[in-house]
């Protein structure tokens, strides 16, 4: 996700009007901070480090460190929504149906988390705090809300077309999604947090099932 940055890169100075490279080139410092060093060693003097600029080069950019991490969180809503996008596309192509295509989304979204730690924990109030920006007026409320618009509306599609074929049973489509959603994401936080716990190896396709009203395993 966006360029690659070595530790001991430096960079020359824009020249006028590329300061849009300046500013991809710090979230993905960022975004690399936080996979090597965890959210305690993203900072602005360890960003302005890593890609060769002084400190106060940044906030031409950003304005602080929770705007660098939003512009990171950004980013990784943007790859889940790829994420299951190709999910839902590769199901597609099955016999499965469209139930089949809503189990791979559910599971897809499990496998991002998994796959993507980092990226998870700042998206959901770990490094990044929605809350707490929305409180210190960093982003309003309709920001914050519309970082996981897109993914939400694969979920969406995925129900409406499991509704419309008979084999989902929820009504209310909008509630319907966010209750899937919220229910994966319980899965996947423990998962991150208490990698230790003997998790059932069959708990992922009993909770699919649970929350979208699909049986535990696929038709024959």
């Known amino acids: 996700m966006g360029s690659s ?12 009007g590329q300061g849009r490279q300046l500013r991809e080139d710090i979230v ?13 060693g993203v900072t602005l003097r360890a960003i302005a480090r890593r890609i060769g600029i002084s400190a106060p080069s ?40 469209e139930s ?12 991002f988390a998994r796959e993507h730690p980092a990226d998870y924990q700042v998206m959901f ?8 920006a929305v409180e210190t007026g960093a982003v309003t409320t309709e920001q914050v809300r519309e ?25 209310d489509i909008a509630t319907a999604a966010t209750t899937v959603w919220v229910g994966l994401h319980g899965l996947a936080h423990q998962r991150i947090v208490a990698p ?15 929350l979208t009203g699909l049986p535990a395993t696929p038709h024959p």
């Open 125 to 132: 109030g770990g490094a990044w705090n929605g809350a707490r």
């Open 196 to 210: 230790g716990f003997p998790w059932p190896a069959d708990a992922e396709a009993h909770l699919i099932a649970r």
């Open 100 to 111: 089949e295509v809503l189990r791979a989304v559910c599971a897809g979204y499990l496998r």
């Open 5 to 16: 940055v070595t530790p001991t890169s430096r960079r020359a100075r824009n020249p006028r």
């Open 58 to 97: 940044i906030y031409a950019h950003f304005t602080d460190r929770e705007s660098v991490l939003l512009a990171v969180a950004i980013d990784a809503f943007a790859d889940l929504t790829r994420y299951l996008r190709a999910a839902a596309d590769a199901a597609d192509t099955g016999s499965g149906g």
């Open 147 to 171: 970082l996981g618009a897109e993914a939400l509306t694969v979920f969406a599609t995925a129900l409406r077309r499991c509704h419309a074929t008979h084999d989902a049973v929820q009504e």
């Open 28 to 40: 993905s410092a960022a975004h690399a901070l936080l996979h090597e060093a965890g959210e305690d």
